[in-house]
C-alpha cells in the first residue's frame, strides 16, 4: 500500500509540475480563461494569473451571462474571480435562440459550446488575447460529452485534461492554493434537467433554477431537479435519503407550487448525467 501511494504521490507532483510549466508557455501571450466559477475553470485560471504574472501579461477571467445557468452563479463567479485577483468580464449570450438548442438534440452540448466559444473567441479579439483556455478535465472524457467536440473544432485549449488532472486531482490542488471553490459541487446547465428532444422555454429553466434553489436550502450537497411533463423527479445523495423525507411536507408544497403535479424521490440517487443513459455511447448529430 505504501508503494501504491508513493507512485500515486509521484503521479499527482508530475501532473502538476507538467500543469504549471504548460501555463507557463501558454501565458507567454495574453491569455483568456473560460469561467464558470466552477472548481475546475476556477484552478485554471488561479494558475494562469500566478504564470502571467510571472511573464508580465495579461489573463481574464471570462463568464457567458447565460439564463441556462442560475443567477446565483453568475454571482458567485465575480466573487471568486475577486478572491483570486483576475480581472473578470461577462459576456452575454443566448443560446436557446442563437445555438439551435431550442429542442434540446441530443446533440445540446456540442451546439451550444460551438456558440458559446465562438463568441468567447470573438470576445479574446477584441482584447487582443490570442490563447483561450476552458477547464475540461481527465474524468469528463470518460462520460458523453459532445462538447468537447465542438472544443477541439475550435482550438480551444483545455490543460487539465491534457495534463491528466481528474476531478478528485483538480479539488486537490485547489485545496492546496486556498481556492474556495475546492469543494464545490458540479453545476451543468439547466438544459440537463429535461430529456433530449423536450422543448426548453426560459419558464421551464427557471422552474428548475427555483426547485433546486429551495431544495439546496435543507443542506444538500448535489441535488437535480430532472423534469418529466408534469412530474419532478428530485435526485439527491443517497446518504441525505433521510434528509429529503423528514421535509418532504415542505419539499412537495414548495414544488407542486412551481406548476408540478408529481414530486418524486429518485430511489436510484444522485447521478451526474442521468439524462444521458440512452445516448452514453454514440454521439449524434441531429438536423433541424
Request: net charge neutral.
Amino acid at each position: 500500500m505504501e508503494t501504491l501511494k508513493k507512485i500515486s504521490e509521484k503521479s499527482y507532483k508530475e501532473k502538476t509540475e507538467a500543469l504549471c510549466e504548460r501555463l507557463r508557455v501558454l501565458t507567454l501571450k495574453n491569455t483568456v480563461v473560460a469561467f464558470s466559477g466552477g472548481a475546475d475553470s476556477s484552478l485554471l485560471l488561479k494558475l494562469a494569473v500566478l504564470a502571467a504574472r510571472e511573464n508580465g501579461t495579461k489573463v481574464y477571467g471570462i463568464t457567458a451571462g447565460t439564463k441556462l445557468h442560475p443567477v446565483s452563479d453568475l454571482e458567485a463567479a465575480g466573487k471568486i474571480a475577486e478572491e483570486i485577483g483576475a480581472e473578470h468580464l461577462v459576456v452575454q449570450m443566448d443560446e436557446l435562440e442563437k445555438a439551435g438548442i431550442m429542442k434540446n438534440p441530443t446533440d445540446r452540448c456540442y451546439r451550444c459550446k460551438r456558440y458559446l466559444f465562438g463568441e468567447l473567441q470573438k470576445k479574446a479579439n477584441e482584447l487582443q488575447a490570442p490563447v483561450l483556455l476552458e477547464g475540461t478535465n481527465a474524468d469528463d472524457c470518460k462520460a458523453y460529452r459532445p462538447g468537447i467536440r465542438a472544443l477541439q473544432e475550435l482550438g480551444i485549449i483545455s490543460p487539465l485534461m491534457e495534463a491528466g488532472f481528474t476531478k478528485e486531482e483538480v479539488r486537490r490542488l485547489s485545496r492546496e492554493h486556498g481556492i474556495t471553490t475546492s469543494d464545490r459541487p458540479a453545476a451543468p446547465c439547466l438544459a440537463t434537467r429535461f430529456p433530449y428532444r423536450t422543448v426548453l422555454t426560459w419558464e421551464k429553466l427557471r422552474q428548475v433554477e427555483q426547485g433546486e434553489a429551495f431544495l439546496k436550502t435543507f443542506g444538500f450537497y448535489n441535488v437535480r431537479l430532472r423534469v418529466h411533463d408534469s412530474c419532478a423527479r428530485i435526485e439527491v445523495d443517497e446518504k441525505e435519503f433521510a434528509l429529503a423525507c423528514r421535509n418532504s411536507r415542505a419539499i412537495v408544497d414548495f414544488i407542486r407550487g412551481l406548476g408540478f403535479d408529481y414530486v418524486t424521490l429518485d430511489l436510484g440517487g444522485f447521478r451526474s448525467g442521468s439524462m444521458d443513459l440512452h445516448v452514453a455511447n454514440r454521439e449524434i448529430v441531429e438536423k433541424e
